[in-house]
């Protein structure tokens, strides 16, 4: 049996009615074929239980996971107060993960996933999404051993009030992570890459509490900011500056590469609010991108995923930009989806969001890596027989 695949989208007053509109739109792309996973992407001003009722009226019991974002997105570009989804159909068998307790607990959820995926020999492909402002990825991926193949993303939401949400079945909530298993006849490809360079600029990271970058080189992180940028250091404590910090994140060379941590926001006493931990005494560079520099990194996720896929023919593209993808290509919305389109062709259907945190898999032999700034293209593919 052939995967197929379809996406819907559809902005109303209402998450359930834009949620019954775009399932609806996808139900009638996908034909004859019952759907064997859907994935939701749901704006974060729309409230989280109203979008799964609405996607489950017409669902059913399909395995249904989600996440929410400012803004979806597909072939057609980006989708601002709206639901995207994505239906995957045919020859494989996909099941749905509650876990409410991520944000207190990154390594109990770990070995949850873990224990859940180990009850089954055959090889399966692990996507998930997790609260991207509580909960630390980083532990997460951590925990988890060497043989899992998983892929996911922090959701992302209002930024001021720190307000996402996840859905998995009929759970949806804030703090929790929702994954799928997917077993079968269907290939999983995943590239990443993130399109922000050094430069020159070098901080050393002097004092660091949790998820606070407290200061850089013995200065409040915000005031070694405003000597480079020239606002006031003042003036990054409120928004807009507060939230575009986010534009210009740190870049810490380690021994498997550089990588790339972004505040979330400025806080009132000049600290950044990060979702990953970074060590006192560490040396970090400023990283700035470009148009330019983000395209070429949206084709190289791109190329990396159909690479993963060998011989298998794309049948559905998933996209997990970075929400700072989503601030640098403010004059050229869905840049980046054009960018992987031109790689995929413009029949694979595309769905996806903005995200606060990406995690992906290398090879069997490496463990899931946390990643900022990234986008992350997951390709879903129909085996070579």
Known sequence: MTIVSAVGTAQALDGREAGLQATHQALNKLGATAPGLAVVIASHQYQPREVLNGVSSLLGDTPVIGFSSPAGLTRNGIHPHSVVIALLGGDFQAETL??????????ETASKID????????????LFFADGFNGDAEQFCNTLPPSLDVTGALSSGDLHTGNTYQIAGGQTGSGGMSAA?????????????????PVGNQFRVTRSRGFWLRTLDGRPASEAYAGLFGYPARDWAFPP???????????MEQS?????????????????RMNAVIRDGVYAFLLVGSRASCERAAKTAAQHALLKLGDAKPRLALVLADVAWQMLLKAQPGAEIAAVQEILGETVPVAGGYTLGQVMTSDDESKPRFLNQHIVVIV????NE
Not at 181 to 197: L, P, T, Y
């Open 181 to 197: 298993f997917v077993r079968g006849a269907v290939r999983v490809g995943v590239g990443a890459e993130h399109g922000w360079d």
């Open 256 to 272: 498997d590469g550089m990588v790339v941590r972004s505040p979330i926001r400025v806080e009132a006493d000049g600290s950044f």
């Open 380 to 383: 879903f593919g129909e085996p």
């Open 98 to 107: 509650w876990l409410p307790g991520y944000a207190q607990s990154g390594r």
């Open 115 to 126: 224990l859940h995926a180990s009850a089954r020999v055959e090889r399966q492909s692990i």
């Open 241 to 251: 500056l507060s939230y575009l910090a986010r534009l210009y994140p740190l870049g």
